[in-house]
């Protein structure tokens, strides 16, 4: 499944005469010569997951994939441990803005940031933010708190695959970026009506 | 000379810090904005005209210049060369962008080893070198147009690995390229990210890289600007020249051509 996976979508674009396999054996080949560990950025992370592999070709694999991939990621998803979705919206604030963490600078022990600013629109003051996202002005006020709506934004937060199998958003929880702690504070962030994404 | 130079500089950081110019700017706008700081002096003519002697110079354990270095438009000739880099070279039997032909150069001609770059640091010793050569070869293109000579099979193959790894997700982030890189009027807080799949933003990023990099005064190559971005991309680190850095280059290159060289650039 997973060779099936790597090859086809190479064959598909190849315009000269090198077998899809040789290619690709190539291609293996050029980033394992090409790349060394750093500090906490070692070298195996070169290695895709199933799931990586399968979203890393110009054009969308199948519906049928997708729905796969989704339902493999939603398996993933731990929901919090003491029922309780959200903590404290100052906290994640701070996590919202810091874009911090696992690159090749950055120490094992020290807390990551979720980065979520990098991406998306969240308050009504900060205008320093990205827009590979869409924006989340209002999440809270727009969306309510329904049980549904936190259960959906935790687990999106958590794993951001398992609602959309090719995401650009990380997998927050799912890849350890942050804590579950952590998401508690974002997820505060979001829905606390006193938090400055709700309220100008 | 120098006193002309250190007001531009200040000029445009004055010019990169309005945050909410930044916020609203498009990328027509960044464009002309960049055009009013070149008219004000570019601080990389400092690294062009450094680079231009250290060309010149007798080095290296050979104790010769690198006059007789053939980037393509046969030796010595470096008008033009690198808005036709990268190319495959017979005599390395390799597909190079300007700084692993360089490095090749610099070893054949001078004696100088290339683990001097493969494991040195930027902006230092030989490093720092580099980056001057660099700044005068790519001056040297300075208003013409990506000119890349697809033709040969080799430059076929080093697309298309390119393009692959362009699209490669990994890492604890899953990130590619293409998560930042892939889509049009896209940005990170306020800095705009060029869709590098397209000619225009391929040109746009492509065509102004190497660059001056006003926020912290250094002068980056596109090697360095390809590392900072696979380390952005939670990944480990390219080798400096490695393939992985030449394919890219190869795409990004093949997906600009026709557009204009404004090295070297001026960046945030």
């Not at chain 2, 009013?36 to 354990?61: C, F, Q, T, V």
Request: with cysteine.
């Amino acid at each position: 499944m997973k060779k099936f996976l790597m090859i086809a979508p190479l064959a598909l674009g190849m315009q000269f005469a090198v077998a899809g396999d040789d290619m690709h054996a190539e291609f293996k080949q050029m980033m394992d010569s090409s790349f060394k560990g750093n500090g906490i950025a070692e070298k195996h992370r070169l290695y895709q997951l199933d799931f990586q592999a399968a979203c890393s070709t110009e054009k969308s694999p199948s519906p049928a994939m997708l729905k796969a991939i989704e339902a493999e990621q939603m398996k993933t998803i731990r929901w919090p441990s003491d029922g309780k979705y959200t903590g404290d919206w100052k906290s994640g604030e701070k996590i919202a803005i810091s874009g911090r963490g696992l690159t090749w600078n950055d120490k094992a022990d020290a807390a990551n940031g979720g980065g979520c600013y990098n991406c998306h629109q969240m308050s009504h003051n900060e205008i320093s933010y990205g827009t590979i996202g869409p924006s989340l002005l209002n999440y809270g006020k727009l969306r309510g708190n329904s049980s549904d709506m936190l259960k959906y934004t935790w687990g999106k937060i958590w794993n951001a695959k398992a609602y959309n199998a090719c995401s650009n958003m990380p997998r927050n929880g799912d890849a350890e970026i942050l804590t579950e702690r952590q998401i508690k504070d974002v997820m505060a962030y979001l829905f606390d009506p006193e938090s400055p994404v709700n309220k100008p | 000379m120098k006193k002309r130079l250190t007001l531009a500089a200040l000029a445009i950081v004055a010019a990169f810090t309005a945050p909410a110019a930044m916020a609203e700017g498009s990328a027509a706008d960044g464009i002309a904005q960049y055009r009013a700081m070149l008219a004000e002096g570019n601080p990389s003519e400092l690294w062009e005209l450094a680079g231009e002697d250290i060309w010149k110079e007798k080095r290296g354990p050979k104790q010769a210049s690198l006059e007789q270095c053939d980037l393509g438009k046969g030796p010595g000739v470096v008008k033009g060369a690198s808005a036709a880099l990268p190319r495959y070279f017979k005599d390395t039997g390799r597909v190079q962008d300007l700084e692993s032909r360089l490095m090749s150069c610099m070893e054949t001609l001078q004696g100088i080893a290339p683990e001097n770059f493969v494991k040195g640091k930027w902006g230092k010793g030989e490093m720092e070198k580099m980056e001057q050569i660099v700044a005068y070869v790519v001056g040297q293109s300075r208003d013409m147009k990506v000119n890349v000579d697809m033709s040969a099979p080799q430059m076929k193959k080093m697309y298309a690995l390119g393009k692959e790894a362009f699209f490669y997700r990994a890492g604890p982030m899953d990130f590619a390229c293409a998560t930042c890189h892939g889509q049009d009027d896209k940005r990170i807080r306020l800095q705009d990210l060029p869709n590098l799949t397209k000619h225009e933003g391929a040109a746009a990023g492509w065509g102004s890289w190497p660059a001056y990099r006003v926020s912290n005064g250094q002068f980056w190559t596109m090697q360095h600007r390809l590392n900072d971005c696979y380390r952005q991309q939670r990944f480990p680190e390219p080798i400096y020249g490695s393939d992985v850095t030449i394919a890219l280059s190869v795409y990004m290159a093949k997906t600009a051509n026709g557009g204009t060289v404004m090295t070297p650039g001026i960046k945030r």
